[in-house]
């Protein structure tokens, strides 16, 4: 059964009262209380309210407020009724938050007083992409632990089940999407080949690569289950009529009536992309790749550099539930712009923090490793890798994967930490694997 919102009737509420209400200092206060986060009646109507207001008073004087009010602004996509979806971009502190973006994520990321070596922003953005590749893999259901996924992405261990394999697959995606489809146009082409990687090894052959057809009964809800389901997606036809102008959107060959800034339309991008559910299974890998393929291919850079899924995980019901508002309360895109916006403001906090306790952690450790040791920057991310996770090994064909290298390189920096004895060398069959010896830990003290 579909999971229906409550959504009541004000119809009914005199005119009058709700003129008098507007004038209530107590009143107005609530009204601001709930543009941030942006709350449901679901909330709304378990709230305090002042004498002489009841819950469904406010609630009138929201909605007529957020619907004729607010700068509402029409977006281009539109449901099966034919009744498109709108926001509003009365929201405390949005231009705020888009300014900083534009200054961060569109140009230096790296705000600290610490400057950033090389190496140091490459290892971010590597991190950056791992995480963002499990994360999403883990909101559609892998179970598969954030250690695990990261032993596999860095050793380049072969998936031994479905859950790994959409990591794996996830974070291939991620690093073509950042190599190379982020100068590319959208088109059918580019979305089936995208899917096709999302879902290598986790779905059918005859599933992959093609829109789903009504007769695939495709539902969104808990684990696939029909008890409680979230949302029934268009029919195909709808679907393909509906592609194309979504596939011309986010080409920027189809315009909103207004300026919509690059961080909202990636985030409206994301919406669409869910909302139409186009394939079979991998609908919300596929949105959230789209999601980091629009900023990216719009120069915000930075963006590689924060997981967003990472955050989301933490708050998978508040996702849900923002496709659900969205979806059932008029319309109203503000609730997943609202969602999507908080959850980039976390995830730059949650950077920031990362990014500095490394570079302290970078600063003593290489000192030590260059001053004493000789190593390069390769041999040092290696050796805290093995330090921040005990009993991993890597291989010389693992090097030359995690950190670019040629192989001649790759045997020469395990070769050089081995003669130092920071690793040992183990052979088991034809591969030679190293292993952090007790060194390594010293080097950290």
């Known amino acids: ?52 207001i009841s819950n469904l008073e406010l609630w009138a004087i929201i909605k007529i407020l957020r619907n004729k009010v607010f700068d509402r602004k029409n ?59 499990i994360a999403s893999s883990q909101l559609e259901g892998a179970h598969t632990s954030r250690k695990v996924a990261k032993q596999i992405l860095l050793e380049g261990k072969k998936p031994r089940n479905k859950d790994e394999q959409m990591i794996v697959n996830n974070y291939q995606a991620m690093r073509l999407i950042e190599s190379e489809l982020k100068d590319k146009k959208l088109d059918e082409e580019f979305l089936f080949s995208l899917h096709k990687i999302l879902t290598k090894n986790t779905l059918e052959d005859s599933e992959i690569a093609r829109y789903r057809k009504d ?16 949302h029934i997606p268009p029919k195909e036809k709808f679907v393909k009529e509906e592609i194309k102008k979504f596939i011309a959107y986010a080409n920027n060959e189809l315009l909103d009536e207004n300026f919509t800034h690059p961080v909202i339309k990636a985030i409206i991008i994301h919406f669409w992309l869910g909302y139409l559910h186009p394939f079979v299974d991998g609908n919300g890998r596929m949105a959230r790749a789209l999601f980091y393929w ?20 933490n708050s998978p019901a508040q996702y849900r539930d923002a496709y659900i508002y969205t979806e059932q309360d008029d319309n109203d895109l503000t609730y997943f712009i609202e969602y999507n916006v908080n959850k980039i403001n976390q995830a730059m906090k949650e950077f920031d923090a990362y990014a500095e306790r490394k570079w302290k952690e970078n600063t003593k450790m290489a000192k030590i490793a260059r001053d004493t040791y000789q ?25 030359i994967k995690v950190y ?26 034809r591969i030679v694997y190293y292993y952090a010896t007790d060194k390594v830990g010293k080097l950290f003290e």
């Open 75 to 133: 977006s281009i996509i539109k449901n099966e009724s034919g009744i498109f979806f709108s926001w509003t971009s009365y929201l405390p502190k949005l231009e705020q938050f888009l300014h900083e973006i534009d200054l961060r994520l569109g140009g230096n990321l790296f705000v600290t007083e610490n400057q950033m070596s090389d190496e140091l922003q490459h290892r971010l953005l590597s991190r950056g992409v791992m995480e963002e590749a």
């Open 215 to 230: 007769e695939d009964e495709i539902i969104v809800g808990d684990d696939g289950s029909k008890n409680e389901i979230y």
């Open 294 to 313: 629009y900023l990216l291919r719009e120069k915000y850079w930075a963006f590689g550099y924060l997981p967003l899924s990472k955050v989301m995980k």
């Open 375 to 399: 190593l390069n920057d390769r041999q040092i991310q290696l050796l805290r890798y093995f330090y921040k996770n005990k009993d991993v090994t890597t291989s010389v064909s693992s090097h």
């Open 1 to 52: 059964m579909l999971k229906k919102i409550e959504n009541p009737d004000i119809s009914g509420i005199d005119n009058k009262k709700i003129a008098e209400l507007l004038q209530n200092e107590k009143a107005r206060l609530l009204v601001q209380k709930s543009l941030s986060p942006y709350v449901h009646w679901e909330k709304i109507k378990h709230w305090p309210v002042s004498e002489g």
């Open 404 to 429: 670019e290298t040629s192989r001649i390189t790759a045997m020469k920096d395990l070769k050089g930490l081995e003669k130092q004895e920071l690793v040992i060398s183990k052979k088991i069959g």
